[in-house]
């Protein structure tokens, strides 16, 4: 299968690379926890579009999604669905200031199987 090239974002690549890594590490934990916990195929899903001059990137797993009452805080630091001693609680936060910087948002919601990360950011002006 190829991808289809995408436009040119402005941004720092090392920590835009850092927000992927985070988020693809993120959903195979919660894919993997769920398979040994349900039997359930554990799979990582990841889309590109490209509309309105942004670029949004979604990754989605088969994990059992981000609890409701955590969902609206996912991204405040130290706040992880991950049990004591897998997590700190600081990438979500590292992220989601990381894409803000690059004036993107970076969203999370359930999706029909298990979490839904949303980067949406501008594709760069040719000026520079």
């Known amino acids: 299968m190829a991808l289809t ?25 919660a894919a993997v926890r769920n398979f040994n916990k349900t039997g359930q ?12 001059g942004r670029v949004s990137i979604i990754v989605e797993d088969s994990g059992t999604g ?3 009452d955590l969902l609206d805080r996912i ?8 049990p004591v ?4 609680g600081l990438g979500l936060s590292v992220s989601y200031g990381i894409i803000n910087l690059m004036r993107g948002q ?3 919601e359930n999706g029909l199987y298990g ?10 002006s040719d000026e520079g």
């Open 41 to 52: 195929q554990a799979w990582i899903h990841i889309s590109t579009s490209v509309a309105n």
């Open 85 to 88: 001693g897998k997590g700190t």
């Open 5 to 29: 090239p995408l436009p040119k974002i402005k941004g720092h690549v090392d920590r835009f690379e850092q927000v992927l890594i985070n988020l693809l590490l993120n959903a195979q934990y």
């Open 106 to 108: 970076l969203t999370a």
């Open 115 to 124: 979490a839904r990360f949303i980067i949406s950011v501008p594709v760069a």
């Open 66 to 68: 981000i609890p409701d």
């Open 75 to 82: 991204f405040e630091p130290f706040v992880t669905t991950k």
